[in-house]
């Protein structure tokens, strides 16, 4: 999904899927960003448990999940600055305290999953996770050259609070609850997936939130340049190793990329039985994106069209 530069807006008003909620005052970590393009992701969705202590409190086309550890929340990814406010009210719809929420754990350091990681982490005092890569673009609001999106992205507000750096396959344990990184670089250097276990009625599932494996960069980057090389080769791990993950439901950060924005249509109507169990899930999702990182390398090498 390409995403666009748009200067950061102040505006007494937030919009969030055509509904207004008023800000006393101007609040640096809430401003909007790409207002015009970021609506299209943040059409209100009522929070809901997914399964067992697993819930999603995001949006349409943007997902945050939130997971009750028996002694404290983790939230994983934060949307963006301006959906601060609705994220906070679906926490607490839930009949959850936002200052509960010890951890959130970051998918990839882009204005739209990570927008809201200053905001919210400010608001609950929790604690921010992500990889370094990703926690080094966190501190400083912005991504660097490395990124194939560089040049297009807004800033981000820069995490200024308690943030950890963990490793591949490092455990963020809270309660009873372990929930574990995987490292999933393209997108960008420092995307992260995260998967745990969750359990309802004796039944305990694979649960994943993968995040953006798409090869999305600005115009005239090319990866099949051979200075990209190792860039591509990245990608085909990331999505083999995302394709061999234990995953019985399957969240992505865009719940659009997997079809999870039907599957949560159809859960309202029709939860039993459960649609988002899918224990092929993460291997459809392999195979797709292994077509679309082929796609995109098929189309770099046709002759270009001369006007």
């Known amino acids: 999904m390409r995403k666009y530069r748009s200067a950061m807006g102040m505006s007494a008003v937030l919009m969030i ?8 005052v101007d609040d640096p970590l809430t401003r909007p960003i790409a207002t015009d393009y970021a609506a299209r992701w943040l059409a209100p969705q009522p929070p809901k448990r997914i399964y067992g202590n697993t819930y999603l409190v995001g949006f349409r086309k943007m997902n945050v999940a939130l997971i009750d550890t028996g002694a404290g929340l983790i ?14 009210a679906n926490i607490r719809a839930l009949g959850f305290k936002l200052r509960d929420v010890k951890f959130i754990l970051s998918t990839e350091p882009h204005y739209d999953h990570a927008g809201g ?3 919210l982490a400010r608001d609950s005092g929790a604690t921010v996770v992500a990889s370094a890569p990703a926690a080094k673009t966190l501190r400083q609001g912005h991504s660097d050259a490395d990124d194939p999106q560089f040049g297009q992205l807004p800033d981000l507000p820069a ?13 963020i344990r809270l309660g ?8 999933t670089p393209g997108h960008t250097a420092g995307s992260t997936s995260w998967r745990w276990r969750s359990c309802e009625a004796g039944r305990c599932l694979n649960m994943v939130f993968a995040s953006s494996i798409n090869p999305v960069s600005v115009d005239g980057y090319r990866f099949s340049d051979p ?3 190792a860039i591509v080769a990245t990608f085909r791990h990331t999505i083999a190793r995302v394709g061999a993950l234990p995953c019985d439901i399957l969240f992505t950060a865009h719940p659009d990329n997997s079809g999870g924005d039907v599957t949560f249509a159809r859960f309202e109507q029709y939860p039993t039985p459960n649609p988002f169990i899918d224990p092929a899930a993460c291997r459809k999702l392999s195979v797709s994106y292994t077509g679309i990182v082929d796609a995109r390398l098929a189309k770099e090498a046709q002759p270009a069209v001369v006007q």
């Not at 939230?75 to 906070?88: F, K, N, R, Y």
């Open 227 to 229: 200075a990209h090389r």
């Open 75 to 88: 939230l994983i990814d934060a949307a963006l600055p301006q959906s601060v406010a609705a994220v906070e």
């Open 17 to 24: 899927g055509g509904s207004a909620a008023a800000q006393a």
């Open 176 to 183: 009873k609850v372990g929930v574990i990184a995987v490292a």
């Open 117 to 119: 990681l200053a905001a």
């Open 159 to 171: 995490v200024t609070g308690p943030l950890r750096v963990v490793k591949d396959g490092e455990v």
